[in-house]
């Protein structure tokens, strides 16, 4: 297409809900720190409860799916950028959907399949078949 054919269409000049070098840097640049920050966090053990950390990481897990949306996908609230309320509720139940499914099936597999106080039976290799 020539340049004639995007003017057309009135695409000439304007970034249309495209994002610049400096938005997708400054997303960069929040992913980054969304994704270190929980990784310190665990490493550090700084908030003492795993259950303290789990949900420290799902809120930051939830801020970069923000993150993501705006900067890297170009959702906004205006109807012409193509983001509407369903959109958001939609995309709002998958996330809670998402994270409350795997915070309950990590929960289960480690109350299910982790011996809980016979940590001898882990080590005697006589049990074993």
Same mark, same amino acid.
């Given at each position: 297409?020539?340049?004639?054919?995007?003017?057309? &269409?009135?695409?000439?000049?304007?970034?249309?809900?495209?994002?610049?070098?400096?938005?997708?840097?400054?997303?960069?640049?929040?992913?980054?720190?969304?994704?270190?920050?929980?990784?310190?966090?665990?490493?550090?053990?700084?908030?003492?409860?795993?259950?303290?950390?789990?949900?420290?990481?799902?809120?930051?897990?939830?801020?970069?799916?923000?993150?993501?949306?705006?900067?890297?996908? &170009?959702?906004?609230?205006?109807?012409?950028?193509?983001?509407?309320?369903?959109?958001?509720?939609?995309?709002?139940?998958?996330?809670?959907?998402?994270?409350?499914?795997?915070?309950?099936?990590?929960? &289960?597999?480690? &109350?299910?399949?982790?011996?809980?106080?016979?940590?001898?039976?882990?080590?005697?290799?006589?049990?074993?078949?």
């Amino acid at each position: 297409m020539s340049a004639e054919d995007h003017s057309a &269409h009135g695409h000439a000049g304007e970034t249309h809900g495209h994002g610049s070098m400096g938005s997708y840097m400054i997303g960069f640049g929040l992913s980054v720190f969304l994704t270190a920050i929980p990784f310190w966090l665990v490493m550090s053990g700084v908030l003492g409860s795993p259950e303290l950390t789990a949900m420290a990481i799902l809120a930051f897990a939830f801020v970069q799916i923000v993150v993501h949306m705006i900067f890297f996908l &170009h959702m906004n609230t205006r109807s012409q950028g193509g983001w509407t309320m369903m959109a958001l509720i939609f995309t709002v139940v998958l996330v809670v959907i998402t994270l409350s499914g795997s915070m309950w099936v990590m929960y &289960h597999l480690n &109350h299910n399949m982790m011996p809980h106080g016979d940590t001898q039976a882990i080590h005697d290799m006589s049990r074993m078949p």
